[in-house]
């Protein structure tokens, strides 16, 4: 159960689809002059070095983040979040969704970030500090029960648990549904992986029928190496800003272009 570390995993393609979106979310909803709150339920560390032993082991950013970067226009808000935390943390590290919030929020937005791990909530809190964050070393769940609704009400919440306890397939519908009653207006952004098997189909069907006005995004990608059971990764999105279903039809552009390499951003 708390066995997972993402830093295996940091800078695959499927963060490449979640952060991508989440920093044009961020992006999007800041321009607006009004302060918003954040909530993670599943943070992880914050910041991950794709030098490290780690990292280098499975090759996930290899294929990944190294591979699809130069698809995105330097001025997107996802490469400008990739730049900042280059500057600030050095040349191979990689911004997990906390610190792509804490760099795309105001001093006027509320960043909650949950992480029941012990080890990667000491790495997050050793970061975090810098962010103005509120960690909680808590499941992830009980955090957005317990914080819903916020304080400012305008917001997002990030649930992107490892699906390690496979009973998280039958449970999330739940939770998306109690959070939504009590939070109706909160964006809610639902991350999957797509599994040989297919373990999200059940789940998406239990989504799908209590928000049915809720936009679905999945990208499909080889395998990062054998025996590696992923093979995609797909966004549930409760409460889609305008124009995120343009700028995720983008996204499925750009990952259809990962097999051209003389295509240009």
Request: with cysteine; charged share 20%.
């Amino acid at each position: 159960m708390l066995s997972y570390q993402h830093l295996y995993h940091a800078g695959n393609l499927a963060d490449v689809q979640k952060h991508a979106t989440l920093a044009w979310v961020l992006d999007y909803m800041t321009a607006k002059d009004k302060p918003l709150s954040y909530i993670e339920t599943h943070a992880g560390r914050g910041v991950y070095d794709l030098g490290a032993d780690e990292a280098l082991k499975t090759g996930e950013a290899a294929a990944g983040i190294a591979l699809a970067e130069a698809l995105f226009p330097p001025d997107h808000p996802y490469r400008l979040r990739l730049d900042e935390t280059r500057a600030g943390y050095g040349a191979q590290a990689y911004p997990g969704s906390p610190l792509i919030a804490a760099l795309g929020l105001r001093e006027t937005d509320t960043l909650h970030l949950a992480e029941l791990h012990p080890q990667e909530c000491a790495e997050l809190r050793a970061v975090a500090g810098d962010w103005g964050a509120h960690v909680y070393q808590q499941d992830g769940f009980q955090l957005a029960q317990a914080l819903t609704p916020p304080t400012p009400r305008r917001g997002l919440m990030l649930i992107d648990p490892s699906y390690e306890v496979k009973a998280d397939y039958d449970a999330i519908p739940r939770h998306l549904a109690n959070i939504h009653r009590k939070w109706n207006v909160g964006i809610l952004i639902l991350w999957y992986p797509l599994l040989r098997g297919g373990a999200h189909g059940p789940m998406l069907r239990a989504l799908a029928e209590t928000f049915p006005d809720a936009l679905r995004h999945e990208v499909r990608f080889p395998p990062a190496r054998d025996g590696h059971r992923m093979e995609g990764s797909g966004l549930f999105i409760v409460n889609p800003p305008y124009g995120l279903d343009a700028e995720l039809a983008a996204l499925t552009s750009r990952f259809a272009r990962l097999s051209k390499p003389q295509a240009k951003p």
